[in-house]
């Protein structure tokens, strides 16, 4: 999947590693993220098919910088993946669910002190997407008006990113509000 928002992203406009990360940071964190190192091998791998071509600027008191381009070949590949209708639903896995399945057993303010810590950073992740994401949907969207419906749809996924988040907080609560009445 990485190897679709790589080409994606630079279906755009090319870009470094480094500014592929920051974008993924501020864009597809709420559905797919990758480490520094996880981008930089697929787009070597990706410039070794022949998806991407890179060059490297020269850059006064700093050090060269490598610039990744999407080729034609690239292009079509990512042209034809998105045309491929999603048939099946993606498992998910969350090992705060696998850990309560079996706390019954466990320390209820443990148990309470982990549940009200998610919920922390559930908010806050959610106040991050209604507050920094936007923005950064936004000053895109400005920056660059030939991608207006680009960013309609930036903007849909960053609103499940809120959605889901706010559905994860009022299930923290609701089964924070249990464990209180053991």
Do not use: C
Request: glycine letters at 4%.
């Amino acid at each position: 999947m990485l190897k679709y928002v790589l080409l994606g992203f630079l279906n755009y406009t090319p870009m470094t590693g480094y500014e592929l990360k920051q974008f993924m940071d501020e864009s597809t964190a709420n559905f797919w993220h990758a480490k520094q190192s996880q981008i930089y091998t697929t787009l070597k791998k990706l410039e070794e098919e022949g998806m991407l071509e890179s060059h490297i600027e020269a850059q006064e008191g700093r050090p060269d910088r490598r610039v990744y381009e999407i080729t034609e070949t690239g292009r079509n590949d990512l042209n034809l993946w998105l045309a491929q209708p999603e048939t099946t639903l993606q498992q998910r896995k969350e090992s705060l669910l696998v850990k309560l399945f079996f706390s019954a057993n466990t320390d209820k303010e443990k148990m309470l002190t982990q549940l009200r810590l998610l919920r922390d950073l559930h908010q806050r992740k959610m106040e991050h997407y209604e507050t920094a994401t936007h923005d950064f949907i936004s000053q895109i969207a400005k920056g660059m008006p030939q991608l207006e419906k680009d960013a309609e749809l930036w903007d849909a996924t960053r609103r499940f990113g809120v959605l889901f988040e706010e559905m994860f907080v009022r299930w923290l609560d609701e089964t924070i509000e249990r464990v209180e009445k053991w």
